[in-house]
T-cell receptor
């Protein structure tokens, strides 16, 4: 099955800083999603982005499917951005969404 | 944001028992997926149901089984519970296979 790798595993920022999270995947995908898991365990869908670029407020994401990676940008970070960010990919021949191990983000005031 | 609801929120069982977890999909969604998340790890795919039929399964033994009902609600059943089954169980629905997933808040299962 497809392999999904995320980097960095941990990231500590001061409030107001910008950051870039990376997701590499090992095979062609028809489905790539980014999630934020808050400290209470709730997974929130940030982007459905199998290719191209999308923006939602302070967050944006870019997927370059031909080079098998996706990036999540967080600008002007806030303490409420803290949590774990997951990338998940589904290969074109499968039905499962495979998650990476996540990036643990801590934003300090 | 999400209309996916799961019950119960927490559950404590002993080894060897059986458990049923429930999920109500977001309105209009005909696909439901179940995931297991161990502490400190990403969610692992258990299986997916589309219009009441299993549509894919991860690397979980047969004692993990599921159902999807005509109203698209779903159940996850686990027989002969083992200590390693202790985890957060997440249900997610989507409007169609391969589309954007919306997760419930999960059921935290502890097996003693």
């Amino acid at each position: 099955g497809i392999q999904v790798e995320q980097s960095p595993p941990d990231l500590i920022l001061q409030e107001g800083a910008n950051s870039t999270l990376r997701c590499n995947f090992s095979d062609s995908v028809n489905n790539l999603q980014w999630f934020h898991q808050n400290p209470w365990g709730q997974l929130i869908n940030l982007f459905y982005i199998p290719s191209g670029t999308k923006q939602n407020g302070r967050l944006s994401a870019t997927t370059v499917a031909t080079e098998r990676y996706s990036l999540l940008y967080i600008s002007s970070s806030q303490t409420t951005d803290s949590g774990v960010y997951f990338c998940a990919a589904q290969e074109t021949s499968g039905s499962r969404l495979t998650f990476g191990e996540g990036t643990q983000l801590t934003v300090n005031p | 944001e999400t209309g996916v609801t799961q019950s119960p929120t927490h559950l404590i069982k002993t080894r060897g028992q059986q458990v049923t977890l429930r999920c109500s999909s977001q309105s209009g969604h005909n696909t439901v997926s179940w995931y297991q998340q161990a502490l400190g790890q990403g969610p692992q795919f258990i299986f997916q149901y589309y219009r009441e039929e299993e549509n894919g399964r991860g690397n979980f033994p047969p004692r993990f089984s599921g159902l999807q009902f005509p109203n698209y609600s779903s159940e996850l059943n686990v027989n002969a519970l083992e200590l390693d089954d202790s985890a957060l169980y997440l249900c997610a629905s989507s409007i169609y296979r391969g589309e954007k997933l919306f997760f419930g808040s999960g059921t935290q299962l502890s097996v003693l």
